[in-house]
């Protein structure tokens, strides 16, 4: 006995994890199921027309035989009949303009429920698409920063761009097609049965056949798929690291190598997607030709039937008319298998990126940590990014509450990896990182993170107001706090200057500001979140002496009574600071006053004069 294709159970899993988004829309998806059902009623209405047409068209004597036809029902089917005959029967004209516009207003009742139909599952399968990109985009805000940096930008934004759209539209063909054309196929199968059961059974032999095509070229549909979004994804990467670098490519004139890059991915595309298109051309063509065949052979033997008059022409058109009526569904419906491998593919990448696991995230019993108050200890921490190879070893030191720390040391040295740690961007190897004498790792996250802030050397800025970059997007916000954290960053003199002052958008819908202009609202950022512990990630590292002095002294009022880490690009920046440490391949050689590390630490002596010397050359070399 066969073992069933794990691929189908996974598959099957996809699906039933997608349609699982529709719980909250299950009235909608009820109204979707009356209306597919009506739709079907009327469609075997309009069909069931063909007959009595066909009937008074070229049968003599078809009046009599429907009244003796209703008779056999009893007392119900005699007062049909006595109606028939005295209202609509007598007059053959008056007989057909009955029938055709009977027919007339059932395709009309018919295709205004669909136009309702499409309409409500068009309405589902927008909100499943805004839920599902809502969850994921939760999701990947909660996943380390190491993802980011293996996966790339333009990998994870794929799954945005692309694959949600492709997993949602499959979801739309089944509310369009997958409900109500299995409807109507059944519809037109029980009026071909009424018919002629023995022919209908004949003209369903080549089901089978059919059914194994389809599979085939679904799981083709799908592998394609697959390869085409992962291959577009790979486009996307390129198109973010070409356009966020455009300065270098255009200095170092790489155009032309990112240009062929480009092509030769896109046309890896090309082919993908033409394996795609021919698999997907195919179902059509497939299914007409054994449709085809099969109806051949049905028509000769049903002609046959209505020479030897075992058939009537009223049956012999309503047959072919609902024969023709199970095929168009269940053509769509091969159709509609390749959108679903196709959404199966697109579900397979969303889902695995949505169930990665967050390295990081909070302890069972986790404490609210309430304020800072006395110190932060390192006690032997190790960190590696990958295994063996140890970016920070077995540091250990201690700071008080209210201390100024600068942090210095060569590239490389680990420098941001230390507070990086603080912040649990990632967490230590070994060893242990104390908060007021708690494990960070058993403090929550929201408590942690609130008591700190950052300023780093890119100075982020979101396409957003200079209010909203200071606020950190939060609404309600009276304006007076946001102008005093403008103020005490030194940023209030050109914000004021701005045609829309604290309105006015940063970015490409906007203005643009200059690298210490930057700086400075990501310090106000900073500083309107008030925090006890300041982190300054090389915040000076590339600003003018100008730009310098400015955030100096803003920073020199606010850090007063705040623990600040400064990691220290130039020595001017860290004159007046209570500490130094100093690191060196990763392993803490100094920790003291300026004038303790001149005497004790070759490293920090070697980097101070390399600088002093070389008059302001950046220690880092």
Known sequence: MSKKDPSQKLNFAIYLRILGYLKKYLKLVAVCLVLSFFISFFHFGSLGMVKPLGDFLFTPGAAEKLIQFLNQYGEWGIKTGEFLKTYVLHDTYKTLYIIMFAALVMVILKNILRFLQEYISGYITSRVSIDITNDLFKKVQKLPIQYFSKEGVGQISSRF??????????????????????????????????????????????????????????????????????????????????????????????????????????????????????????????????????????????????????????????????????????????????????????????????????????????????????????????????????????????????????????????????VSLLLRLYDVNQGTIFLDGYDIRKITMQSLLRQIGIVTQEAFLFNDTIAANISCKKENIEMPKIIEAARAANSDVFIESLSQKYDTIYGPRGIDLSGGQKHRVALARAIFKSPQILILDEAMANLDAESESYILSALEEFSKGRTTFIIAHRFSTIEKVDKILVLDEGNLVGFGNHRELMEKSDVYRNLYNRQVLGLHEPIEK
């Not at 993908?272 to 065949?293: C, G, I, R, S």
Request: aromatic share 10%.
């Open 161 to 418: 761009m692309n694959d949600i759209p492709i997993m949602t539209s499959g979801l739309k063909s089944v509310f369009e097609k997958a409900i109500r054309e299995p409807l109507k196929a059944v519809a037109s199968i029980c009026l071909a049965l009424f018919i002629n059961w023995y022919l209908t059974l004949l003209s369903f032999l080549i089901f089978p056949v059919v059914a194994v095509c389809l599979r085939k070229l679904g799981k083709k549909v799908k592998r394609g798929a697959k390869k085409a979004l992962s291959q577009q994804a790979s486009l996307v990467s390129i198109l973010q690291e070409t356009f966020s670098g455009i300065k270098i490519v255009k200095s170092y004139q790489m155009e032309d190598l990112i240009r062929q890059k480009f092509e030769r991915e896109n046309n890896g595309l090309f082919r993908y997607h033409m394996k795609l298109v021919a698999a997907d051309a195919a179902t059509n063509p497939l299914m007409e030709v054994f449709v085809t065949l099969s109806g051949i052979g049905v028509m000769l033997f049903s002609a046959h039937m209505v020479i030897q008059q075992k058939m009537s022409m009223g049956d012999f058109f309503a047959f072919y008319a609902a024969l023709a009526a199970v095929f168009d569904p269940i053509r769509k419906l091969s159709d509609i298998n390749n959108r679903i491998n196709t959404a199966i593919a697109g579900g397979e990448r969303v889902f695995e990126l949505m169930d990665k696991f967050p390295e990081i995230q909070d302890a069972p019993g986790a404490i609210e940590l309430p304020c800072f108050q006395q110190s932060i200890r390192w006690d032997r921490v190790w960190f590696s990014y990958e295994p063996g190879k140890p970016v920070l070893k077995d540091i250990s030191f201690t700071v008080q509450k209210g201390e100024k720390i600068a942090i210095v040391g060569r590239s490389g040295s680990g420098k941001s990896t230390l």
